[in-house]
């Protein structure tokens, strides 16, 4: 079936940092990724979507310009918390769809997700 | 797209069946339902999909009444590593063959005991 993973897993950083997320699609191109925020007992947020080869869009009340996101190739997409604060702490998650699976797997695909501790 | 109810939480022992019921008075002609199943710190797992009727999988059943205004998961003799968050997620790009992005609600929250 379709993998996402995603790197790293966890990852602890200092305020006023960057972090890099990465999201690979290992077995299927995807054009369109999305990139989800959860906070502790909490549902996913939707942050972006992620378009390869143009700009991202961004949910309302998601700032563009401190959540940066890449999808330079049709396997991965990058996500770049840019100065990076206690409140951005949380578990990001990618996503992907393979629409070459067939009718058999509609289902989208999620990474592992990345646990992102600023402190 | 349409929202969802869900219970926030179930609990259930181990063996028993357990159906969740997710309410979409709202759905429209074009909307899949679809379930995902997610484990702390990790991404969620689609378990099934369906239009109308019942599906069925390898790992559950998706029971769908005829005006589709609810969805019920089956999950037949549920063991302790069942203990995860359901979501239950409806539109038209919850399926079909779109990129487009989903929205998950609060979700519910199964035990399962010993």
């Known amino acids: 079936g379709a993998v996402v993973s995603q790197h790293p897993s966890r990852v602890i950083c200092k305020s006023g940092t960057s972090v890099k997320i990465e999201c690979r699609s290992l077995d299927f191109q995807a054009t369109t990724m999305f990139w989800y925020r959860q906070f502790p007992k909490q549902s996913l947020m939707l942050m972006a979507t992620?378009?390869?080869?143009?700009?991202?869009?961004?949910e309302q009340g998601v700032e563009k310009d401190k959540f940066l996101i890449n999808h330079a190739s049709l396997t991965l997409s990058t996500l770049t918390v840019t100065s990076a604060h206690p409140e951005d702490s949380s578990f990001y998650i990618c996503s992907a769809r393979d629409l070459e699976a067939g009718i058999f797997n509609y289902g989208y695909t999620f990474g592992s997700g990345t646990r992102l501790t600023v402190v | 797209l349409a929202k969802t109810t869900q219970p926030i939480s179930m609990d259930s022992y181990e063996g028993q069946e357990v159906n969740i019921t997710c309410s979409h008075n709202n759905i429209a002609t074009n909307d899949y339902i679809t379930w995902y199943q997610q484990f702390p710190s990790q991404g969620p797992r689609f378990i099934i999909q369906g239009y109308k009727t019942k599906v069925t999988n390898e790992v559950a059943s998706l029971f769908i009444p005829a005006d589709r205004k609810s969805s019920t998961l089956s999950l037949p003799r549920v063991s302790l590593s069942d203990t995860a968050v359901y979501y239950c997620?409806?539109?038209?790009?919850?399926?079909?063959?779109?990129?487009?992005?989903?929205?998950f609600g609060q979700g519910t929250i199964l035990t399962v005991h010993p």
């Open positions: 992620s378009n390869e080869g143009s700009k991202a869009t961004y």
């Open positions: 997620l409806v539109g038209i790009n919850a399926g079909g063959t779109s990129y487009g992005k989903l929205t």
